[in-house]
């Protein structure tokens, strides 16, 4: 359990304390006076703590990031990776299944929102028949896999190209969350894209596996440099293991290669801590970040490692919501059906193109699906309140509200629903409750004053 400390955060003007298993947020009135009170129970923890650990906290149906860490570096606390902005999510972000694959063992029926830590089995293969027979046989070891496959059991979670501005990543159609298994094919499972301007400044908490693909060493090995080359998988221990490709004099006689030639670094997206930088320059050249890097991203978006079908290509560099976008997202859905957030998405887009009666029909698809989708149902809420139906609508939004409590569009949704319904009490709440959960939520102020004294 963490120890007790308060943390004020400059750029978004607010109070932490942490202690007693919980994080508690308020901000200050002009009086001194807290206000904006928020408190989450600590329930869960990210990380070993050699670098960070980062905490969760249990909603509604949902795992939510606090966003406060604790960083050895610091030997103390700060905000989370992401969080060191004006307009971090506080604790209102969703950890999704993409986070818990990479942090948390393969579910057992029935517990997926009860996450344990990662197992043998993350590398070994299911443990069913090596535990009803005990033999070498019945239990997948790495080192017999080709040097790819080897490499492609650590990418599995150590392959990220971009923490933010581009999806990075997209799983084959039909392909669940943990349905990976070591020893098949990475490209089976998922795609990787990356942004098609220059790597070389970009230096991310997650990029050990995104810059060793780009080393020079690697590309040289002809694929046979692969993570347990110098990292003993069961220790974390790296080994110095320059010499066996390396034969010079200077190799030879160096016992730390790694200390000039993968210098520890500050990450772009969490300056708080120092990894490895894997891209082995042979000159090191870089200046440290003294801010978290959120620059935004508008160029194009490439295939990385794995080579992507041009539908699927087309997909991740669509920003726009247009005709385009629909028939891209038609296409996809034909080969997978049960996509429920590229129905969401789908849904989303025919909606701002105005195109209400197919935006419904694809949403209620998706919730059929997953009923609690927040993102479905703040559309269809929407979509059924511009259409004078505020009853349904409202039906529909409290559902989401019911099911994401945390989530401040939603009761900003449900507000304006209340206030073109004439129960402005109703409204006021809903603002009120909007604004303490996203106290920057400028929108929901507005309403808020907009409502005056009615």
């Known amino acids: 359990m963490p120890a007790s400390a308060s943390y004020y955060h400059r750029l978004s003007n607010r109070h932490y304390t942490i202690g007693g298993g919980k994080l508690r947020r308020h901000q200050l009135d002009p009086q001194s006076q807290e206000i904006n009170v928020l408190e989450k129970s600590i329930d869960l923890a990210i990380g070993s703590g050699n670098h960070a650990i980062t905490y969760l906290s249990r909603g509604a149906g949902t795992l939510l990031e606090l966003p406060l860490s604790w960083y050895a570096a610091e030997k103390g606390y700060a905000m989370s990776p992401g969080y060191d902005r004006p307009d971090h999510l506080d604790m209102r972000r969703e950890i999704s299944d993409a986070c818990l694959f990479c942090h948390a063992a393969y579910p057992t029926p029935g517990s997926f929102r009860e996450p344990k830590s990662i197992n043998c089995e993350r590398c070994h293969g299911s443990s069913a028949q090596h535990l009803s027979k005990p033999q070498r046989a019945t239990i997948l070891n790495p080192a017999k896999l080709s040097p790819q496959r080897q490499l492609e059991v650590c990418l599995q979670c150590h392959l990220e190209t971009a923490s933010q ?10 392909r669940g969350h943990f349905s990976y298994r070591p020893g098949e094919p990475l490209s089976s499972y998922k795609l990787y894209f990356d942004r098609s301007d220059s790597s070389e400044t970009r230096f991310e908490v997650n990029h050990a596996g995104y810059r060793l693909l780009q080393s020079a060493c690697f590309v040289k090995s002809n694929g046979r440099l692969t993570c347990t080359t110098c990292h003993d998988p069961h ?15 200077h190799a030879k006689e160096t016992t730390d290669c790694a200390g000039c030639h993968m210098p520890k670094r500050r990450t772009t997206d969490a300056i708080h801590v120092s990894m490895t930088d894997h891209a082995i320059p042979r000159n090191r050249s870089f200046v440290e970040p003294v801010r978290e890097n959120h620059t935004p991203y508008d160029g194009p978006v490439v295939s990385f ?6 539908l699927t290509l087309a997909i ?12 891209l997202y038609r296409q996809h859905l034909r080969r997978d059906p049960d996509d429920v957030a590229a129905l969401a998405a789908l849904g989303n887009v025919l909606f701002r193109l105005n195109r209400r009666t197919e935006a419904m029909e694809v949403l209620a698809r998706a919730l059929r699906l997953d009923p609690s989708h927040v993102g479905a149902l703040n559309t269809l809420g929407v979509a059924q309140a511009t259409q004078g139906d505020y009853a349904k609508a409202i039906t529909t939004l409290e559902k989401a509200r019911a099911a994401h409590p945390d989530h401040a569009l939603t009761w900003l949704n449900l507000g304006v629903t209340y206030e073109a319904f004439e129960q402005p009490k109703k409204a006021r ?9 996203q106290p920057d939520f400028g929108e929901a102020r507005q309403r808020l004053a907009g409502l005056g004294q009615k």
């Open 165 to 174: 501005g581009i999806t990075d990543s997209m799983r084959q159609p039909g």
């Open 235 to 249: 220790t974390a221990q790296a080994r110095n293991a320059c010499a066996g490709c390396h034969a010079s004099k």
């Open 305 to 310: 490692y794995t080579k992507a079908d041009p």
């Open 316 to 327: 991740v560099n669509q920003r726009d919501a247009t005709s385009r976008t629909v028939d």
């Open 429 to 437: 709440d809903c603002y009120r409750e909007a604004i303490r959960l």
